[in-house]
């Protein structure tokens, strides 16, 4: 296995199974964060990550976390939150707002810098990166965002003003999701946050032949359109106290 540096006149990229094992997934460096090399990334199965300034380097790790829509967890204390709460929800609405947001939330800096930043835009303008924001009022408290590849979507960062406000997102983006055809949420490398919220570990292999599959699954017609998210009361999973 060797790093391999990406051509300039080519947006194909290595076999991810190639990746160095430490650290883990990394594939290749070099290359540029135009729409048709980010397009083509995910396609692979690979992602951009690295500091601003310097080398692109991109990466395929082993195991790849990920999240089924319909193995969600919510919590009892989220469940609860989610149906009081004082959040509204749209999709494709403000992406400049959100990922300037996931940038700025991160007080250990960032790799979301404005090379990262316009890249994505410029998959945003191609239809292809897409939003969630959360709003209270007319203020964004919250979002997320990433890429859409058929029917699987590949999550890219999010951030969170006030509490729950991006597991809210994340709750009302699966449902919608999967009420369009989206069948799995690629969460890149396993978190707490993530963890807690029903992602988990798979092998990339399997990962990869998921995504050979599912990138040919077309979605609703009208899953991307600019629109009002409303949470899906039945969605929510009840609990015996809730009962009570």
Known sequence: MRLVKLEANSVNFPDPETALQDPNGLLAIGGDLTAPRLLSAYQYGVFPWFEPGEMILWWSPDPRAILVPDERHVSRSLKRFMRKMPFRFTLNQQFEKVIRACAMQREDGTWIGPLVQRGYQELHEARRAHSVEVWEGNELVGG?????????????????????????????????????????????????????????????????????????????????????????????????????
């Open 144 to 244: 997320l965002y990433g890429v859409s590849v058929g029917g699987l979507f590949c999550g890219e960062s999010m951030f969170s003003r006030r509490e729950n406000a991006s597991k809210a997102a994340l709750m009302v983006f699966c449902q919608h999701f999967s009420r369009n055809g989206g069948e799995l949420i690629d969460c890149q490398v396993l978190n707490p946050h993530t963890a807690s919220l029903g992602a988990r570990e798979i092998p990339r292999r399997q990962f990869l032949q998921q995504l050979s599959e599912l990138s040919q699954r077309a979605l609703a017609p009208d899953c991307w359109l600019p629109q009002d998210l409303s949470p899906h009361d039945e969605d929510l999973p009840v609990f015996p106290k809730d009962r009570e």
